[in-house]
């Protein structure tokens, strides 16, 4: 067999692949007729979303790709529900370009949200049909049928009877899908709201699964990208003033390929790929156009903004100057980096017939049509199949890596592996977006909020990739969607009854400057809340009031109380109205060693969010380690507790390791920060104890999970530093450094 039908026929791998034995396998006839062809297939059939096999199982096709939270297990029961079939009767396929539906991006929380009700009425819709064929199978109305995993029974009579495999078994519905099918009540949910395991761990942990690092093609090449060590800013890229490749003639087999400022190394061998990459000697030209860390945040307010009020009401300025406690202070959150422990990798091969593409993103349609752009062919041409990475929470270097491995594959005339070095990850990164704020909040004698004012800059985020900045020379741009560089007006004051307001945005234009920067998990709102909750928290200590009390006085909506509630009990929180006294075991006293709890509020989308931090403090060392997170979600009707626990868990975690450790650096002329000795993330030794408590909503839509416990987490840490030390650390994270500055201040 040719390479060609080989990857056609979707035995890319040299190592099998299994996920419960049967999902992401492409199984059944539907699959296989759809890869025969680009996608994506059209949206408005059954079959594009359901198949029905002989042995009276079913595939769903999911446009979401599994990231590590759980989704395709969820969206799965979703499906097994609707259908009322058990979950060892269902599965799903890997996500490819000629398969499976193309349902946009997993990105901002949307696999359950967005997916979900498509992915409910396209069974129900199915369930529906197969009720039509049974009806006529069996001579009964549709009405006086039920069924019971997938068989299909007149009342209960077992003896008239039908399975769902013999009324359609591999062969299509072929009927629109028209949305209006009924669905099944939530008071008969039984699969929908269980704890169910997720299908992707069994694998995982038995070191069965296959990654995209371990994909391997036949007569491939390695390659490895070769650039300055660490990008400069975004609009400056990365030219390149001289080449010599002399520098590797000791290196058998190794070739130089260059696209305008795209420079790469291939090689039949993955160590002389790497040493290559190392030993290369390149001039480069990068421009000292960068304000450096320390400069970052002046240059930032000093810049020529576009400003917009994102949420007004009342009058702010009178209500302040009326406010019985006032509380006006300005806050920091810098770059930080997606930092995948795998730094990113694919696999590419392009040939005469088209392009096979094997990857991790977070959009296969999107990559599709990166890659295209490239390789200057029709994006129907390159089929795109995904297989996981290591976790990425936003737009980390995958695109980059595609496009790279595509590029060098077109031009070498084989298959080419692309794998990222940990320099490569850490310096080209499509950084988390730094923030500045100034917030202004007052309360009246009673402690009632009365004014918030809250005026953020933030500079604009990129979506031209470094691989097709370099190659094509393709201008740096901004992100068409404006709206991921505003303030975030639910996590900046929504969840408080607050009867003067205004959000001021200050939008900076951020392609000359600053570095590269995009999506990053909660993106801006651990900033947002490390700000706001803060500034409200010292506002309750103005006010001798317990903070929980203080934010109980000042919120009416009872999701938002429901979350505050459920993680005060969890954590049993004790009141008090003075940093350090009487909360905790060990009060502050005065000693090296002293410990805190702080409480916070935060999301990013949709879901309510709440959480609680202990920290302990040593006050010589500057050292602030979490000792345990409490984290609280409503996020509507929760299809797996089981999963949104564990992304609960997840989220505090990041959350600790984001406001204590994390900080990408640089200079004038590029980024500092390469490796985890530059840029730190939490050792497993100071990871805290987690409690994940899911506030369930049965009669709610389902919304984000996800995400939207980061910026509360994030909060609570910082208002616990104050607890424990009486010291607020207004920039982040709070290093040892910048504690020990703080409380010499103080």
């Not at 994102?310 to 930092?339: C, F, N, W």
């Not at 976790?391 to 496009?403: E, K, L, M, V």
């Not at 990222?420 to 310096?427: I, K, L, M």
């Not at 945005?505 to 803060?534: C, M, T, W």
């Amino acid at each position: 067999m040719i390479r060609r039908e080989f990857l056609k026929a979707g035995g890319a791998l040299v190592v099998g692949f299994s996920l419960r034995d049967v999902a992401f396998a492409q199984n059944g006839t539907s699959s296989a007729m759809r890869a025969a062809v680009p996608g994506p297939p059209d949206a408005k059939l059954i079959d594009t979303w359901i198949a029905i096999h002989a042995d009276n199982t079913a595939t769903a096709y999911i446009g979401y790709v599994e990231l590590g939270q759980g989704a395709s297990t969820a969206l799965l029961q979703i499906a097994a529900e609707e259908l009322d079939l058990d979950m060892n009767q269902i599965s799903s396929v890997r996500n490819d370009t000629h398969v499976t539906p193309n349902q946009g991006a997993t990105v901002a929380s949307a696999a359950i949200e967005r997916g979900g009700p498509t992915i409910r009425a396209a069974a129900a819709e199915a369930r529906h049909a197969l009720l039509t064929l049974a009806s006529q199978r069996l001579g009964a109305p549709v009405d006086r049928l039920v069924v019971s995993r997938g068989v299909v029974s007149v009342g209960s009579d077992a003896g008239q009877s039908v399975r769902y495999g013999d009324l359609l078994g591999d062969k299509p519905f072929s009927v629109p899908f028209t949305g209006n099918a009924p669905q099944k009540p939530v008071a008969q949910y039984k699969i929908v709201g269980a704890r169910q395991p997720r299908l992707d761990l069994p694998d995982k942990v038995s070191a069965k699964y296959v990654y995209v690092q371990q994909v391997r093609l036949p007569g491939m090449l390695h390659g490895r990208v070769v650039r300055p060590q660490g990008q400069g800013a975004y609009a400056d890229g990365a030219r390149i003033v001289s080449v010599d490749a002399a520098s590797i003639a000791g290196i058998p087999g190794v070739r130089v390929v260059r696209k305008r400022d795209f420079l790469a190394v291939v090689s039949p061998n993955e160590w002389d790929a790497v040493r290559a990459a190392k030993q290369l000697k390149v001039a480069w030209d990068m421009p000292a156009s960068l304000a450096g860390t320390e400069g970052l945040f002046d240059q930032m307010r000093s810049a020529k903004t576009i400003d917009s009020v994102i949420s007004e009401k009342g009058d702010v300025t009178a209500a302040l100057g009326r406010a019985a406690h006032r509380v006006q202070t300005t806050y920091r959150g810098p770059y930080q980096g997606h930092m995948p422990f795998g730094p990113n990798c694919a696999v590419a091969d392009v040939t005469s017939d088209g392009t096979t593409l094997m990857c991790s993103t977070q959009s296969v349609y999107g990559t599709r049509d990166k890659v295209a752009k490239v390789l200057g062919v029709p994006a129907a041409s390159v089929r795109v199949q995904y297989y996981e990475g290591a976790g990425t929470f936003g737009r980390s270097c995958y695109d980059d890596a595609a496009q790279a491995a595509a590029m060098l594959s077109q031009e070498i005339g084989k298959p080419v592996r692309v794998q990222f070095s940990r320099t490569d990850e850490h310096g080209w990164d499509n950084f988390g977006p730094a923030h500045l704020a100034d917030v202004k909040v007052g309360a009246d004698a009673n402690g009632k909020i009365i004014a918030y004012e809250y005026d953020g800059w933030q500079h604009v985020w990129s979506t031209i990739e470094t691989a097709e900045q370099l190659a094509l020379g393709t201008p740096a741009n901004e992100s068409p969607d404006g709206t991921s560089r505003n303030l975030n007006k639910i996590t900046l004051g929504s969840m408080y009854d607050i009867a003067n307001l205004r959000l001021n945005n200050h939008r900076v234009p951020g392609i000359k400057g600053y570095l590269k920067a995009s999506n990053l998990r909660s993106p801006l709102d651990v900033s947002f809340a490390f700000a706001s909750e803060q500034a409200l928290d010292e506002l309750a200590h103005m006010a001798t009031i317990d903070p929980l009390e203080f934010r109980r006085r000042n919120m009416s909506d009872q999701r938002w109380l429901a979350v505050l509630d459920a993680v005060a009990k969890a954590a049993n929180w004790t009141p008090s109205t003075r940093p350090g006294q009487s909360r905790r075991a060990s009060p502050r006293a005065g000693g090296r060693v002293v410990t805190g709890r702080g409480i916070g509020l935060g999301t990013h989308m949709s879901s309510y969010g709440a959480a609680i931090a202990d920290v302990r403090v040593d006050r010589d060392t500057g050292l602030v380690v979490c000792t345990h997170l409490y984290g609280a979600l409503d996020a509507g009707l929760v299809v797996n507790p089981a999963a949104v626990e564990n992304q609960i868990s997840g989220q505090l975690v990041q959350a600790a390791s984001r406001t204590l450790k994390e900080e990408v650096t640089f200079s004038n002329t590029n980024v500092t920060s390469l490796d985890w000795n530059s840029y730190p993330i939490l050792r497993f030794g100071e990871t805290p104890a987690v409690t994940s408590i899911v506030v369930q909503r049965m009669d709610q839509k389902s919304t984000g999970a996800g995400e939207e416990v980061v910026a509360a987490a994030s909060a609570a840490i910082a208002n616990a530093f104050f607890d424990a030390t009486g010291a607020r650390l207004r920039e982040y994270p709070l290093t040892p450094a910048r504690v020990r500055a703080a409380l010499a201040k103080a």
